[in-house]
């Protein structure tokens, strides 16, 4: 048998990405396109009293200028979550938040477009913002239980109040995390054209069954009127899991000008036209007693929300099931600011929260003076602590143990401040990382060629995360076929609908998915085999036929074999079809599933000019089955880095006054650079989780995201002695 | 973006002709800061005059002591015996910007680069330096970028560049020449503070432009240095940076130069701390007592008063690596 999967095969599409070859939603084009610019709203609340597009209607090469006053209706408003805003753009004269679209500019050039949308003038009535989540804080409540709060606001075990007074040790801290951009590379883009009712929508979409049926409800459609097509994404991080206002947009000019229709938006309008992680403020009081164990822990998070939506940051959401702790309590609250509605931002709500909760284990280590490796060792949950059902898979005590061996844990001198090097103060903190692990209805067909190839097709997008490649490997592995024999159809809703790819979706579900259409088809080629005389497997019981180099075999009689490329020739068959379908089997599991992961960080800091450079970070992962050991260790990586940005430098500061993002630039939103990254270091501590999924593979891309903002900030307290519990850690906060 | 002219000047006196004739008209040399402000909507200018053919990119070392850089010179412009004999300079240029945008940017356009306030950069925020007389929506903003030092109550904006604050501890010269002739500069006057006028960031002339910046030879370079602070490793403006030079001659300081980037609207000249080393040996305690000099007189604003530490802290780096 061919062992494909787990190799580190090289990315499918790296070639192509490199050479210019790869084709993203921008790079598409349809003969007599249009291109429109989005006018953004100059003021954070209030209203539109008047547009006058006149003048932009006069600019060469203008189209049409479309506002609240002239717009089509959409037939109807779909539905949230995916639906990113609860209000269709142009919907009437409120305005929400700064650079919420008024007007549409339609020229036959993009610079047509931006030199007309400058030319639209629009009469604002003002009205008093709310500008930032301290000012709205007063004013925070329990979410409306809608489409856009997936999971429950409030939770609770026992009683946590009164075990928190009974704790013989007792910790209360408020900890603050910083509005954060996704900031792609790639703006988003969306190519619309109707053919009579048919509508063609090619978007830098995460998913692009999910966001079709956004698009049919909005253009009451039937969904098979509708194609959508993403096949690459430029970055996404989760703003491009949500049906953002200009994907609506695009459709509505196409048929108000009669032509295809392109909006790209701008680079300043990546930040504030597709989400942001929401700024929380979360309150933690743990109780425990003198030898670590946890009595009881409250976590109180809120999170700022647009005056459209009730978006709940889940920060409080995975805290109950990480620890062995009888008495919890869990809340999320919104607060509403005059910015847009938030999205999923790698890792939503789980990236926020194991900040707080993993500095606040942190803080309690250092109080009953315990190592914090061996305070949560003490606090395993050794099952799920809400369901009571065992976990499929959990490897996180692993997790603790290699990363800490790899790290030099046992370097650590355990006082704060005690280890320097020069000039430099030396710091060594860990944090621990859980997800809860989620599944999805994946479809996928893989087609067994009379080549010796197949092909798969399913709707997944390769976001970057490595899917075209670890999907190739598991239908590879499954068929006994090179990977290099594997093409892929993806990202296109004329093809199965695949998972989502979000979410940390892709390997268990749409794995699975690709993992059932290529047995399938191995079936039906084995099925060919034993019933054709002509075949040297002729008669055999297909249990005893395994798929082996590019064709069949006996497992036990490697000389009764053949190639799939002659049976199939032989038998005038061009192609074999295999179906996929997975469908989670959820709650009724039996088991509790999650992905773990434990993070140590070394930090060195000069004392005279403190800026935090994180010098070594090592992460362990617990996620059954590795699909493929490089994109593994890749995306791992991606995510630790993408989460050191947030630990210190990363922050969509408001405006205090207007509540405007100030930093809509890459110039301004830094992002790490190369010279901020030491070396990161990536294991994975997993064996295959067949209880998760056939496959046996869970989620990566969000668990490697959770835990690394607290172990920075408890190897900074390690370093310095100095605990900073609002992020992002910036130099000012350590002078 | 607004629709514009475009001309390649072929001379000097043909940029000037055009500078002078056309109110509208602008320079772009390496454009990494003019083409930003103009997709932005923050500069609208009705003609560009790309002054890329026009030469100046030469480095002329002057027989009676002291350099000549052209103003069309890249910013990586790298040479071992300007790194030689003004470190402080060559330091200060590599700690700006990106490989790219120094491949890219001129040592003119370094010079006349806007400060990157955002109540400057974003169009909907008011701004005295972007429309005079509008107000300053930095004022009640967010000031943790802004100026502790030379603010007015028009305009709290710092310069962004590196480079002049290494020009500013070099006592460098700005040349130009317009259509009324030529002129030499010295780089502090060069530089203006906002006052009630904002929008004026230099003493260029409308029909002038910049052809080069002179340093004077001396003792002084040879032993010059830049720190710059900031939140990330590379490619990020300073909090605060500090080009410092000393001339040591018998133990002691006998002249000193410091200077500031990112507390002002101009590269800072900071003559106390210069006065707190003159005579002494360059040791730790002098540079602290520099540090705490230059701090002094600082006026934060409310969320900035962490630039006034940063101010002695790289301050005394500064010295303490040149010591």
């Not at chain 1, 925070?140 to 040790?169: D, W």
């Not at chain 1, 007693?289 to 920060?315: C, K, P, V, W, Y």
């Not at chain 1, 749409?510 to 075949?535: H, K, N």
């Not at chain 2, 990494?32 to 002329?60: F, K, P, Q, Y």
């Amino acid at each position: 048998m061919t062992v494909a999967i787990g190799e580190p095969v090289r990315r499918v599409e790296a070639r192509d990405k490199v050479t210019g070859g790869a084709r993203y939603t921008e790079d598409v084009r349809a003969a007599d396109t249009a291109y429109a610019a989005l006018v953004g709203s100059a003021i954070s609340a209030g209203r539109v009293r008047s547009i006058d597009a006149r003048q932009a209607e006069r600019a060469p090469g203008v189209l049409t200028v479309i506002t609240h006053t002239n717009r089509p209706d959409f037939a109807a408003q779909p539905p949230t979550p995916y639906t990113a805003e609860g209000r269709m753009p142009l919907a009437d004269d409120r305005i929400h938040y700064a650079g919420q679209y008024i007007a549409v500019v339609v020229a036959e050039t993009q610079e047509q477009a931006d030199h007309a949308a400058t030319l639209v003038q629009a009469d604002y009535q003002r009205t008093s913002p709310v500008p930032t989540l301290d000012a709205a804080l007063p004013a925070a409540y329990i979410p409306r239980q809608n489409g856009l709060v997936r999971f429950p606001s409030e939770y609770r075990r026992g009683h946590a109040e009164t075990a928190l007074a009974a704790s013989p040790v007792r910790l209360e801290q408020e900890y603050r995390t910083a509005t954060l951009s996704h900031a792609p590379m790639e703006p988003s883009s969306t190519l619309a054209y109707w053919e009579g009712d048919r509508l063609t929508i090619y978007d830098s979409s995460q998913a692009v069954h999910t966001h079709r049926a956004l698009v049919a409800t909005a253009f009451g459609l039937p969904e098979d009127r509708v194609r959508m097509i993403s096949s690459f994404v430029g970055g996404g991080f989760g703003n491009k899991s949500f049906a953002w206002p200009h994907v609506f947009i695009a459709p509505m000019a196409a048929r108000v000008v009669r032509r295809p229709v392109r909006v790209t938006i701008s680079r300043k309008q990546v930040f504030t036209g597709t989400g942001h992680m929401a700024a929380t403020v979360q309150a933690v009081r743990l109780g425990a007693d003198r030898e670590g164990r946890l009595r009881a822990l409250i976590h109180d998070s809120t999170n700022q929300t647009s005056f459209i939506d009730d978006r709940q940051e889940g920060a409080a959401g995975t805290t109950p099931y990480m620890y062995a702790i009888p008495d919890v309590y869990a809340r999320m609250r919104v607060a509403k600011v005059s910015t847009g509605t938030g999205g999923a931002m790698r890792t939503p709500g789980d990236s926020a929260g194991a900040f707080a909760l993993e500095s606040a284990l942190d803080e309690l280590a250092y109080k009953i003076g315990m190592d914090p490796v061996e305070l949560r060792r003490r606090n395993h949950a050794d099952t799920d602590p809400v369901s009571g059902r065992p976990w499929s898979g959990k490897r996180l005590l692993a997790c603790y143990e290699q990363a800490a061996e790899r790290f030099g844990w046992d370097r650590r001198k355990a006082e704060p401040g005690s280890m320097r090097d020069g000039d430099d103060l030396v710091g060594y903190g860990m944090a621990g990382g859980q997800r809860m692990e989620h599944q999805s209805r994946a479809r996928a067909t893989v087609h067994l060629s009379d080549e010796g190839t197949a092909v798969i097709r399913s709707s997944t997008v390769e976001i970057g995360g490595g899917g075209l490649t670890t999907l190739s490997q598991v239908a590879a592995e499954g068929l006994g076929l090179p990977v290099g024999a594997v093409t892929f159809e993806h990202g296109d809703t004329d093809l199965p609908a695949s998972s989502p790819t979000f979410g940390s979706l892709t390997s268990g579900s749409a794995g699975s998915a690709v993992r059932l259409a290529a047995q399938d088809a191995l079936r039906a080629a084995i099925e060919l085999a034993v019933g054709d005389r002509r075949s040297p497997l002729h008669g055999a019981d297909p249990d005893d036929v395994v798929a082996h180099e590019s064709g069949l075999r006996l497992r036990d009689r490697p000389d009764r074999a053949e190639s799939y490329r002659e049976l199939l020739r032989r038998n005038r068959v061009n192609s074999l079809r295999g179906d996929g379908d997975f469908q989670p089997a959820g709650e009724t599991a039996g088991y509790a599933m999650a992905t773990f992961g434990a993070h140590f960080t070394e930090v060195r800091i000069n004392r005279h000019l403190p800026r935090v450079r994180v010098v070594r970070h090592v992460a362990a992962f617990s996620i059954g089955r590795v699909l493929n050991a490089r994109t593994a260790r890749n995306q791992a990586q991606g995510g630790i880095i993408m989460r050191l940005g947030a630990a210190l430098m990363e922050s969509q500061r408001p405006d205090p006054v207007s509540g405007r993002f100030i930093s809509p630039a890459l110039t301004d939103y830094h992002v790490p650079v190369n010279a901020d990254i030491g070396e990161v270091d990536v294991l994975f501590v997993g064996e295959p989780d067949t209880n998760a999924n056939p496959l046996g593979a869970r989620g990566l891309g969000e668990i490697s995201a959770v835990g690394i903002c607290a172990s920075v900030a408890n190897a900074v307290y390690h370093a310095t002695g100095r605990r900073v519990r609002s992020l992002p850690i910036t130099p000012d906060k350590l002078l | 973006m607004l629709p514009f002219h475009y001309t390649r000047a072929g001379d000097i006196a043909e940029a000037l002709r055009i500078l002078s004739r056309d109110e509208g008209a602008t320079l772009i040399a390496g454009g990494t800061d003019l083409v930003t402000l103009m997709r932005d909507g923050i500069r609208a200018a009705s003609h560009l005059v790309d002054v890329n053919g026009l030469g100046l990119d030469e480095i002329h070392w002057l027989p009676e002591g002291g350099v000549r850089i052209g103003a069309l010179c890249r910013n990586a412009v790298d040479d071992a015996r300007l790194r030689r004999e003004y470190p402080v300079l060559a330091e200060a240029l590599r700690s700006g910007a990106s490989p790219q945008i120094r491949n890219r940017a001129s040592v003119g356009g370094n010079l006349l680069q806007q400060t990157r306030c955002t109540y400057f950069r974003l169009p909907e925020f008011a701004c005295n330096r972007r429309t005079p007389g509008a107000g300053c929506s930095a004022i009640e903003g967010d000031s943790h970028l802004q100026a502790i030092f030379g603010a007015s109550p028009q305009c709290t904006a710092v310069h962004p560049s590196d480079f002049s604050v290494a020009l500013q501890a070099l006592d460098a010269v700005v040349l130009t020449e317009g259509t009324r002739g030529r002129r030499r500069i010295p780089v502090d006057d060069f530089f203006r503070l906002p006052g009630t006028t904002p929008h004026l960031t230099t003493e260029l002339r409308r029909d002038e432009l910049v052809v080069g910046v002179e340093l004077p030879g001396g003792p002084l370079a040879a032993r010059s240095h830049y720190v710059k602070f900031r939140e990330r490793a590379s490619y990020a403006f300073a909090l605060v940076s500090a080009a410092v030079a000393v001339e040591v001659r018998g133990g002691t300081v006998r002249s000193a130069r410091v200077a500031l980037g990112g507390v002002a609207a101009k590269p800072w000249r900071s003559p106390a701390a210069e006065e707190a080393l003159i005579g002494r040996p360059l040791d730790e305690e002098a540079a602290a007592a520099a540090g705490d000099a230059a701090a002094r007189g600082a006026r934060p604003q409310r969320h900035n008063g962490y630039k006034v530490e940063l101010v002695r802290r790289v301050v005394r780096q500064a010295l303490s690596e040149l010591g």
